[in-house]
T-cell receptor, first 113, second 115 residues
Framework: SQTIHQWPATLVQPVGSPLSLECTVE??????LYWYRQAAGRGLQLLFY??????ISSEVPQNLSASRPQDRQFILSSKKLLLSDSGFYLC????????????FGPGTRLTVT | AQSVTQPDIHITVSEGASLELRCNYS??????LFWYVQSPGQGLQLLLKYFSGDTLVQGIKGFEAEFKRSQSSFNLRKPSVHWSDAAEYFC?????????????FGTGTRLKVLA
């Protein structure tokens, strides 16, 4: 069966520090991968998605970037965190042939201080 | 442009009472519609989905939703709420573009259940 992992689960970082959040999927090949952010009191906003290795699409301009170095690995990064980057970050995957249904990971709670 | 509206930010119901969470969408084609639930600090769990066919969709945990094209709505219902249903609920529409489906989420409805 397929599983999705995110780490770390919780992270507290000072303003201006770098960030790296990792998401990996097991049990499937060539998935579509997604990064969402849920800010306090808001819904979920799609940040990035990837349909293949090295292929990244950005939905909103921001302080973050994403990379997909391997088929089932999706990384969210920042060189210098802002207070506004605080939130709950969710990774999701979908099967290429069935891409309208997405499966979400457990999330990473990021607090920028 | 596609959008999803959940007009109720907070809803409080008593345990055992019925529940209806509202969702309205704007989408040019036949939508793929979803309801997710999120417990505090957790990821999202799919409750149910609508792709086509019967407009009344049954999901997990006793939830159901009805797709009404004429009203552009996909409201979530449960006949008798349990205390464990307290959570945040998200409606989403799947929009296709650039080789994949992207979800457009509503802002969520937070459900509180009174004992």
């Amino acid at each position: 069966s397929q599983t999705i992992h995110q780490w770390p689960a919780t992270l507290v970082q000072p303003v201006g520090s770098p960030l790296s959040l990792e998401c990996t999927v097991e049990g499937t090949s060539n998935p579509n991968l997604y990064w969402y952010r849920q800010a306090a009191g808001r819904g979920l906003q799609l940040l990035f998605y990837s349909v293949g290795i090295g292929q990244i699409s950005s939905e909103v301009p921001q302080n973050l970037s994403a990379s997909r170095p391997q088929d089932r690995q999706f990384i969210l990064s920042s060189k210098k965190l802002l207070l506004s980057d605080s939130g709950f970050y969710l990774c999701a995957w979908s099967v290429l042939q069935d891409s309208y249904e997405q499966y979400f990971g457990p999330g990473t709670r990021l607090t920028v201080t | 442009a596609q959008s999803v509206t959940q007009p109720d930010i907070h809803i409080t119901v008593s345990e055992g009472a019925s529940l209806e969470l509202r969702c309205n969408y704007s989408y040019g084609a036949t939508p793929y519609l979803f309801w997710y639930v999120q417990s505090p600090g957790q990821g999202l769990q799919l409750l149910l989905k609508y792709f086509s066919g019967d407009t009344l969709v049954q999901g997990i945990k006793g939830f159901e939703a009805e797709f009404k094209r004429s009203q552009s709505s996909f409201n979530l219902r449960k006949p008798s709420v349990h205390w464990s249903d307290a959570a945040e609920y998200f409606c989403a529409v799947g929009a296709y573009g650039s080789g994949t489906y992207k979800y457009i989420f509503g802002t969520g409805t937070r459900l509180k259940v009174l004992a």
